[in-house]
């Protein structure tokens, strides 16, 4: 059978054919439906006549194989393949919802907007490095949002599973990719660094930034091979206004060394959401390409560098946890704080590209006054934050690995396992307080973030008299 | 239907029921038995006793070069501690247990998988398939989807690639690996009774016919009674010292 010329209505398996809704290069796409199937189902037909490029075949495979293990909400669900020989086909879940193709193509957006599309999909790369994957071609049309707004990648023919052999690897011996979003470090054949993920959602926020392309789409390998000691022209080069933030953020991801850019994509996900705490560098504000003798410096590192070995995602992503520290700064609880900060030192000490995040909860209401309890509130928002900052200043860490919030919620616990799961916190450390009557009626607040949050949490105890 | 495929027992009963019971405890219902059931370990007989009524029931078994040496001739491609072990061994073995060894065959096919000991290229000169030149020899030889091979103690999976080459790739254990069927693999199953790479728990590979993967094992296992035996047996102390380092 002809699979990728089918007519609506045929039936391949038990699958019923529908429209053809994509016809590209290296596969056709159908709508399918199944008896009893619960949600919309494409199916996937790779191309695989004489004289298609020998990608389809091995993209095929790759994606058979990956795609069968993934889980989440970020990847299509997987339903089915067939055969290789007689009937080569994936079905999987259907997403109906915008590519974020489409939103590019409306390029310039505001920075907001572009952070906001972005942060989602910082979230669902940190989902897929989470499950030993990268996903190696991170563009615009691979990247499709639910009408919740999570985002869902698609197409793994080129991904690489970190327990699996590498497929694409043994096929190519040479950079596969999409030219305007493939890494420097894929472009010298090294395809075992999450970063490289990281470098092409930098490409995409530029090119939602600005309206244009970093290094735009070169077709050779000495065009491909520029961006290995050529920084892109800033941001605000195009667009002057451009947030101070979101040039610092941009130009972090495409940082031409993998070792400078975020450690990971759920930290590119925290700062896409809080802009006010990113902290600006030199990066924020520059106008003009790096100088011309570290251009050449690069050059010159860029024709001698050697492949470096990385670990697997989730070594990798283990070595960058995020840390959340949830504190009551500057209630006279000093034998306590003290011993926060010796267990946050610790953690910190252990892991080199860790973030703590420092956090304290805020109870409204402090008065029925609307006018003087506005003032009030935020006046004590202030002195929370200055307290968390003093606080932490005995960690000695650089700025770029702390981050404060002061959240406001009546309910401690609930506010503070919210933002664990919303920033992809690894760990909460946090104090155990208290023998007060009002606690014992009440319930503790780490007692109940023990018992809820979906991470490591570690309550510290203040040593006894 | 998943296969537990196991080799290289080398006499060693604890590590043989640790991967017998991991194996059924995952599901396994169909077995493998790639050669050198016997020689190193101090337990010949018992092994023999479990293993030759599973192959009665239907599972299957092919010839090592130790099972071979256990029946005859002067064992010159062995080191002399192997040797002596066999020597050994010979001792401990009655008519029935050598008539069982005489079944064995040198190798096995059963739907898209091959079994050998060493290499399907002349299984009787007992190669060791450890680089990517022997294993496309060896898949091309076998002719199979699925090649499955003992000898090599170290735990490996070849696949081919375009024109004819073989890929190497070291399986992380535990992890399920899919096997597509438009390529040929090579599995080199592991020991269960010997380990060379520094780390002592036994190893085998669970074949999920089903679900087409492969996944290798590590398992835990009590060595030091193993290593205890062969001391008492007055076997060479350097095979109980390999089962106390892993190497």
Known sequence: MELTNLQPGIEVDSFHVGEKIHEGGMAVLYRVERQGGEFPMLMKVPRMEFGSHPSCYVGFEVEQMILGKLTGMHVPRWVASGTFEDTPYLVMEYVEGRSLHEYADHAPLPADQAAHLVAALATAVHDLHRQEVIHLDIKPANVLYRAGGEVVLVDFGLARHFHWPDLVEEAFHKPVGSSAYISPEQIIGNRDNPRSDLFAIGVILYQLCTGRLPFGEPTSLSGFRLRLFLDPLPPRHWVPDLPAWMQEIILHCLEVDAENRYATAAQLAFDLAHPDQVPLTERATRLKRSGLSSIIRRWWQSLRTEQRKHEVPTTHLAQAPQILVALDPGVGQEALLRAILAAVRRAAAADDNCRIMCVTVLEPDISTDQETGHELVNSLYTQRLVELHHWAAELQLPQYRLRFHVLEGANAATVLLDYARQNHVDQIIMGARGRSGLRRILGSVSARVVAEARCTVTVVHAPSA | ?247
């Open chain 2, 1 to 247: 239907m998943k296969v537990a495929v196991l080799s290289d027992i080398h006499s060693n009963l604890e590590a043989l029921h640790a991967c017998l019971a991991h194996a059924r405890s995952k599901g396994a219902e169909q077995y493998v038995f790639l050669g050198d059931l016997l020689g190193y370990g101090a337990d010949p007989k018992a092994c023999l006793e479990i293993i030759a009524p599973m192959v009665s029931a239907g599972a299957l078994a092919v010839m090592g070069n130790h099972d071979e040496a256990v029946l005859g001739g002067f064992c010159e491609n062995l080191a002399f501690a192997a040797r002596d072990a066999i020597y050994w061994t010979r001792e401990q073995l009655g008519q029935p247990e050598r008539d069982f060894l005489k079944t064995l065959p040198m190798v096995s096919r059963k739907d898209n998988a091959f079994y050998v000991h060493a290499s399907a290229v002349a299984p009787e000169r007992w190669t060791y398939i450890d680089n990517v030149v022997t294993a496309a020899k060896c898949m091309k030889a076998s002719g199979s989807q699925l090649t499955f091979v003992g000898h090599v103690h170290h735990q490996t999976l070849y696949y081919t690639a375009g024109g004819g080459a073989a890929q190497v790739f070291i399986p992380v254990a535990g992890v399920e690996i899919p096997v597509t069927q438009h390529r040929q693999w090579l599995a080199i199953v592991g020991s269960v009774g010997q380990q060379r790479d520094g780390s002592p728990p036994a190893a085998y590979l669970l074949h999920d016919q089903h679900r087409e993967s492969l996944t290798y094992f590590r398992v835990p296992y009590d060595y030091l009674s193993a290593a205890g035996k062969i001391r008492a047996a007055g076997l060479p102390e350097r095979f109980a010292l390999r089962l106390e380092k892993g190497s």
